[in-house]
């Protein structure tokens, strides 16, 4: 399946008549509570946050803004970008909003942190594994991405790039961007930064739902 056929661009309507929704539905919902887990698992670590953790740490410390709402103000920053890539929002974009968020807390009930290097070196590996794997699975399911991954999807389509290239380049640009803002960035949010285009372009051939009007000629760019 090509990379390339996430990033095709469909307005809501489209993406709710593509078909396949008995499959598509349920995979786009077990994405995103998925991907809400992993970043409590990666939080609870204390090993190493996502790029976009680092930039709301950042915002926060030149605002005075809090956490939570200078998260919301670079979510409506980054919506604004979507205007040039002509990215168009979906079901998988409400529902990333109102899932991740929700998921992330529910999960803290079951993950109490751990108080030694090695059950926090696994809450890490496992947190980056789950992160890359279930973000490639609610993309997977073709209803669109949330404000962040919409970044990605919108400047494979336009600059035909291949996804771990574009996706590496912005989570490396906004933790640089956060880290000179003031948040607290390490080995381990470098390791994520790093290994996200990577590790999403990989899985994305595994779990992106065939549509009609493909092109099945085409196989995901390795690079």
């Known amino acids: 399946m090509s990379a390339s056929s996430v990033a095709r661009r469909m307005t809501a309507g489209e993406q709710l008549r593509a078909g396949r929704n008995a499959r598509r539905v349920p995979q786009l919902l077990v994405g995103l509570v998925g991907y809400g887990i992993s970043v409590t698992f990666l939080v609870q670590s204390g090993l ?5 953790s680092v930039l709301a740490e950042g915002v926060s410390e030149r605002t005075g803004l809090s956490f939570g709402w200078a998260t919301n103000l670079i979510a409506v ?53 789950m992160l890359t794997f279930f973000d490639a699975v609610y993309l997977g399911a073709r209803f669109g991405s949330g404000p962040r991954d919409g970044l990605m999807t919108g400047a494979v389509r336009v600059t035909g790039k291949p996804i771990w290239l574009v996706r590496t380049g912005i989570e490396v640009a906004v933790l640089t961007v956060g880290w000179f803002l003031g948040g607290t ?9 790093l290994a996200m285009g990577p590790l999403v372009q990989q899985f994305l051939r595994r779990t992106t739902v065939r549509l009609p009007g493909d092109d099945l000629d085409n196989t995901a760019k390795s690079g």
């Open 77 to 129: 920053a980054v919506l604004v970008f979507w205007i040039p890539l002509r990215e168009l929002p979906g079901l998988g974009t409400l529902l990333n909003v109102l899932l991740v968020g929700l998921s992330a807390d529910f999960a803290v009930w079951f993950l109490p942190p751990p108080d030694t290097l090695a059950p926090r070196f696994g809450y890490y590996l496992a947190g980056l594994l």
């Open 48 to 52: 190493g946050a996502s790029s976009w």
């Open 185 to 193: 960035a390490g080995l381990g949010t470098l390791v994520i930064a």
